[in-house]
């Protein structure tokens, strides 16, 4: 045996990627906010529900925050799996790709998506760049390369 494994099908990938970066994502701004998690995933809520409606909510508004936070991880992951299985040189450097990948959905999240909904608007923060970079992108790329060859290596 060669140790190679066989390459992950493009849904369980996408969820995988979408776990992982929801997961990374949600320890991040838990590190840089100091809070739980019940306190991120309402302020995700807020985004929709306004941030009164999420603060003061209970389980069902938490729930609402989990969903939410992990359907969009998984929405940007979807994104890159896809792209990755046409473009060759996102599974050929896996890593600067995905770092680069995680800039970019930082900035989208932080200047598209926030300033679009009920949420507070965020500055910047290298912190939240960095942390989306290695925390969100690159498990993400690390993943897709798998679905697309099969392996944890380049090519």
Known sequence: MNGARS????????????AAAG?????????MHGVGPVVVYRGVAAGLIGREAALGGGLATTALGLLLHFWIATTAAACYVAASARVRGLVEHAA????AFGVAVYFFMKDVVVPLSAARPIGFTWAGLVGHAVLVGLPI???????????GQGG
């Not at 992950?8 to 990627?17: F, H």
């Open 7 to 18: 390459p992950l099908r493009p849904g369980r990938a996408i969820l995988l990627a979408g």
């Open 141 to 151: 790329a690390l993943v897709a390369r798998r679905a697309v060859n099969g392996t």
């Open 96 to 99: 600067p790709c995905g770092l």
């Open 23 to 31: 997961v990374g994502d949600t320890l991040l701004a838990m590190g």
